[in-house]
C-alpha cells in the first residue's frame, strides 16, 4: 500500500487529479480502450472535481473516452432528487467535463428488482473490461462506498442497510434531519471494489484519522472495511495531515520519506 501524506485538502485534491490524469493518459497512449474509473460522492472528492474540471478546461485532459462506475446510490431516491448520487454527480462534476452521457453508469436507487439492478451493474463493469481505478472515500467508521462495519470483505454489488452513525453523519444533506435520510443504499461490494486494477482513496480532516489508521496500521478486517485495501495490489491512500493524526510516528515519518523518494525518481 501506497500512503501518500499531504499538508492540505487542495493538495490531496491535486494529488489525485494528477494521478487520475496520468493513469488516464497511459492508457490513452497505449490502447483505444476507454479508461474505466470508479468514482464517489461525499464532500472529500468535490475538490478534487473541482481539479479535474480546471485541469479539463486547460486542455490537459478528456473525458470523452473515460468510462464511469459510481459507488453507490441511495434506495428511493430518483435521479432527479437534490440528495441523489446521480443529481450530486451532474451537478459536481459530469455537467462540466466532455464525458459521454452514455459512458455514466450509476445504480438506480428507484429500480423495481434491487437484486436484479446489482447483478446488472456488475455485469456491466465486467462488459467495460473491469474498472481501471478506483477512486474512493471513507466514512468515520471506515467504510468504502456503503459498505458498513461487517461487511463481507468479499461482497458484490447489493442493497445495504445503512448504519445509525451513517444515516445521522449524513443528515447533514437532508436539512439535518435524519428521518429524511433513506435507511438503504445500493452499493458496490468490498470485492468489487478490489477487483479494480487501482483503488485510490482520499480522507481529508481529524474525523477521518480513526479510519486511516485502521486502514493503515490495524488488520484486515471486516470491521473496518477499509482495511482490505491491505490486500490489494495497488492499494493507495492519499490523505492530508490531519487525518494522518492517529498514526504512529514511525508510520508517518516511513511514508513520508519513501513518497519524497517517489517524487524524487519520478521527476
Ligand atoms: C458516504 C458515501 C461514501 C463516502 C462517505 C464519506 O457514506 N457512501 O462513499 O466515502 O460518505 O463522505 P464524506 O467525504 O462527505 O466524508
Request: net charge negative; proline share 4%; aromatic share 8%.
Amino acid at each position: 500500500m501506497r500512503l501518500i501524506i499531504e499538508n492540505t485538502p487542495k493538495e490531496v485534491a491535486r494529488w489525485t487529479a494528477d494521478h487520475i490524469i496520468k493513469r488516464i493518459k497511459e492508457k490513452a497512449a497505449r490502447t483505444d480502450e476507454p479508461f474505466v474509473l470508479g468514482l464517489p460522492t461525499g464532500s472529500t472528492p468535490l475538490e478534487t472535481y473541482a481539479e479535474l474540471i480546471r485541469r479539463y478546461k486547460a486542455g490537459d485532459v478528456s473525458f470523452a473516452n473515460v468510462v464511469t462506475f459510481n459507488m453507490d446510490e441511495y434506495r428511493g431516491l430518483p435521479a432527479d432528487h437534490e440528495q441523489s448520487y446521480h443529481r450530486f454527480m451532474w451537478d459536481n462534476f459530469f455537467s462540466h467535463i466532455d464525458i459521454k452521457p452514455e459512458n455514466v453508469n450509476i445504480l438506480d436507487g428507484m429500480a423495481a428488482d434491487p437484486k436484479a439492478e446489482c447483478a446488472d451493474y456488475e455485469r456491466r463493469i465486467a462488459e467495460a473490461g473491469g474498472i481501471d481505478l478506483f477512486l474512493g472515500g471513507i466514512g468515520e467508521d471506515g467504510h468504502i462506498a456503503f459498505n458498513e462495519p461487517f461487511s463481507s470483505l468479499s461482497s458484490r454489488t447489493r442493497e445495504k442497510t445503512l448504519t445509525q452513525d451513517t444515516i445521522l453523519v449524513n443528515a447533514r444533506f437532508f436539512d439535518g434531519d435524519a428521518s429524511k435520510v433513506p435507511t438503504t443504499a445500493l452499493t458496490v461490494g468490498v470485492g468489487t471494489v478490489m477487483d479494480a486494477r487501482e483503488v485510490v482513496i482520499i480522507a481529508t480532516g481529524p474525523k477521518k484519522a480513526r479510519a486511516v489508521r485502521h486502514g493503515v496500521e490495524e488488520g484486515v478486517s471486516h470491521v473496518w472495511t477499509i482495511s482490505a485495501l491491505q490486500t490489494h495490489p495497488a492499494g493507495i491512500i492519499v490523505c492530508d495531515d490531519p487525518a494522518a493524526e492517529q498514526l504512529r510516528v514511525s508510520t508517518y515519518r516511513y511514508f513520508k520519506d519513501i513518497e519524497r523518494d517517489n517524487l524524487m525518481s519520478n521527476r
